[in-house]
């Protein structure tokens, strides 16, 4: 089954049409997951640019995107994606420089390049030669930094808040207040060796009230006087069966209470409600015919 996606030219041949074309302004040429890349120098990028758009076809620029190595002698590196309409393919081009060295802009061959260069020159600091409005795009007036460097802090050095005595929006180094920095892990229940605040308004517990102190404790503190506890009582036993009641007979439930017969045997329990007291047979009941259906009358 195809996919539902459109289907991309393959790659197949396009580093070798394309870098004699280009000869020494190419550093390298690999494909990495299904990407042709072109390194080339710096100082070449709007020569290289404009021979893939005009002699290759790749009309569109896409994106300019920035990349920091901060290890590298040239920590950026500027990478400009292309797209081809009537190839459906795609190329990327890479440059790298440093933070003072700029980089030629691209702006004669695709204006658009002129906000994408301001949004690297914003996060990365990277400077374009020839783009006519070089100011940040993303960040605020007065930001201090380029956010995605690898050196930038998360904290940023300026924030910015409401001053209600400026009556106005004002800017000032960032602050990392903590008001409560010394933390104790002492247990609630078992109470802080200090007094806590508002602890000092709290009057004591009369007498009688509910207290988590034992009673050790409130007699050491001297609100009441302990005295000995009586002695306790031997603990009530039973000896015998008699002294509980148990497993004796029920007073109606006593043999010698009991009806008997003439013959001495005990009397035979009353008969059941409905039937005859007399000892004479009662015949059965005979069952109903059922009635004979009328045959139909012919007309």
């Known amino acids: 089954m195809l996919s539902p996606a459109p289907k991309v030219a393959s790659n197949d041949g396009v580093i070798a049409a394309i870098r004699p074309t280009l000869g020494a302004a190419v550093i390298e040429a690999v494909e990495r997951v299904y990407e042709v890349t072109f390194t080339v120098e710096r100082a070449a990028i709007v020569d290289v640019l404009r021979t893939l758009r005009d002699q290759f076809g790749y009309q569109q620029l896409m994106e300019i995107a ?35 060295t ?15 260069e301001r949004e690297v020159y914003d996060m990365y600091g990277v400077l374009f030669d020839g783009n006519p409005d070089l100011r940040r795009i993303l960040t605020d007036y007065g930001f201090r930094g ?15 808040r409401y001053s209600e005595e400026h009556k106005r929006v004002i800017y000032e180094p960032v602050k990392l207040a903590q008001d409560f920095r010394a933390f104790d892990f002492t247990s609630p229940w078992e109470g802080a060796d200090y007094v806590l605040p508002g602890d000092e308004k709290a009057s004591p517990e009369a007498k009688g009230a509910p207290t988590p102190l034992t009673a050790d404790q ?31 007979p029920h007073p109606g439930n006593k043999p010698e209470e009991k009806p008997l017969q003439a013959s001495g045997a005990p ?21 109903r015919k059922p009635r004979k259906k009328p045959e139909p009358k012919n007309g």
């Open 66 to 100: 920035g990349v920091d190595y901060p290890s590298r002698p040239e920590r950026f590196e500027v990478v400009y994606h292309l797209l081809s309409l009537t190839k459906n393919h795609r190329v990327r081009v890479k440059v790298s420089t440093d933070e003072d």
């Open 102 to 116: 700029p980089v030629p802009s691209v702006t004669g061959l695709w204006p658009v390049a002129g906000w994408l």
């Open 146 to 160: 380029h956010p995605q460097r690898k050196d930038f802090p998360l904290t940023g050095y300026v924030e910015m």
């Open 218 to 248: 409130i007699a050491k503190a001297g609100t009441v006087n302990v005295t000995d506890k009586p002695p306790v009582e031997q603990a009530k036993t039973t000896e015998s069966p008699a002294q509980t009641g148990a497993g004796q």
């Open 267 to 287: 009397a035979e329990p009353p008969a059941e409600a409905g039937k005859p007291e007399t000892g004479e047979p009662v015949p059965p009941k005979t069952a």
